[in-house]
C-alpha cells in the first residue's frame, strides 16, 4: 500500500531532551516535507526536500533540523525542544520534483514538550 | 499572511443538504488544491484545479474557481454524517517552493 508513515505518532517529552520523529514514503516521491498543524494558524512548513542531500527552509525552521539521506526518509529533528514547538506535525511527500502538486500526508505526530 | 482563507470558519448542516466552502487568494495562482482531514488525522487530497480551468467535479465533490475574483468553493452535494471534518485549500503560487494552506472550514453534518 501505497502511504507515508510517521513514528512515533504521539509523545510526551520535557523541554531540552532532544528527539527525533521518522517520516518514510514507499512511493519513490523526490520532495518530502514537514509542517507543523497549529489551532487557527492552519499548517504551516517547516523544512522541504527537493531530493537526497538537498534540504531548505519552510516558513517555520527556527528549533528544527532535518536530513535527507535516503529517498524514502525524512526525519524531523528537535535538538533542544521548547513547550513552544508543542504540536501537531505531520509529514508529506509529492511525486517528482513537483512542489505545487498533490501532497500525501502521513498520519501525524503529536508532540507535548513539558 | 495565508495566501489562501477559507471561509466560513465553521459550517453545520443536516444530513442530505449541500455544503459550500469558499477559499479566498490574493496573488495569481497557478493552481488551486481541496483536502479533507479529519480530527487528529492526516489531510487528504480531495480535488486540484488549474489556473486555466473554471470547474471540475469529483463524485459528490464541486469544485470552481474564479481568477478574477482570487476566490474558490467547494461544494459538497448530498452530504454525509462521514463528510464531517476540516477542509483546507491550498494554493501554489508563482515560483514558490510549496503550497500555502489556509486555516481551514470545519464541517459538522448533522445526522
Known amino acids: 500500500e501505497a502511504q507515508v508513515t510517521q513514528n512515533p505518532r504521539y509523545l510526551i517529552t520535557v523541554t531540552g531532551k532532544k528527539l527525533t520523529v521518522t517520516c518514510s514514503q514507499n512511493?519513490?516521491?523526490?520532495?518530502m516535507s514537514w509542517y507543523r498543524q497549529d489551532p487557527g494558524l492552519g499548517l504551516r512548513q517547516i523544512y522541504y526536500?527537493?531530493?537526497?542531500?538537498?534540504?531548505d527552509k519552510g516558513d517555520v525552521p527556527e528549533g528544527y533540523k532535518v536530513s535527507r539521506k535516503e529517498k524514502r526518509n525524512f526525519p524531523l529533528i528537535l535538538e533542544s525542544p521548547s513547550p513552544n514547538q508543542t504540536s501537531l506535525y505531520f509529514c508529506?511527500?509529492?511525486?517528482?520534483?513537483?512542489?505545487?502538486?498533490?501532497?500525501?500526508f502521513g498520519p501525524g505526530t503529536r508532540l507535548l514538550v513539558l | 499572511s495565508q495566501q489562501g482563507e477559507e471561509d466560513p470558519q465553521a459550517l453545520s448542516i443536516q444530513e442530505g443538504e449541500n455544503a459550500t466552502m469558499n477559499c479566498s487568494y490574493k496573488t495569481s495562482i497557478n493552481n488551486l488544491q481541496w483536502y479533507r482531514q479529519n480530527s487528529g488525522r492526516g489531510l487528504v487530497h480531495l480535488i486540484l484545479i488549474r489556473s486555466n480551468e473554471r470547474e471540475k467535479h469529483s463524485g459528490r465533490l464541486r469544485v470552481t474557481l474564479d481568477t478574477s475574483k482570487k476566490s474558490s468553493s467547494l461544494l459538497i452535494t448530498a452530504s454525509r454524517a462521514a463528510d464531517t471534518a476540516s477542509y483546507f485549500c491550498a494554493t501554489g503560487f508563482g515560483s514558490a517552493r510549496q503550497l500555502t494552506f489556509g486555516s481551514g472550514t470545519q464541517l459538522t453534518v448533522l445526522p
Open positions: 526536500s527537493m531530493n537526497v542531500e538537498v534540504t
Open positions: 508529506a511527500s509529492t511525486p517528482g520534483t513537483g512542489r505545487q502538486e498533490t501532497q500525501y
Open positions: 512511493m519513490n516521491h523526490e520532495y
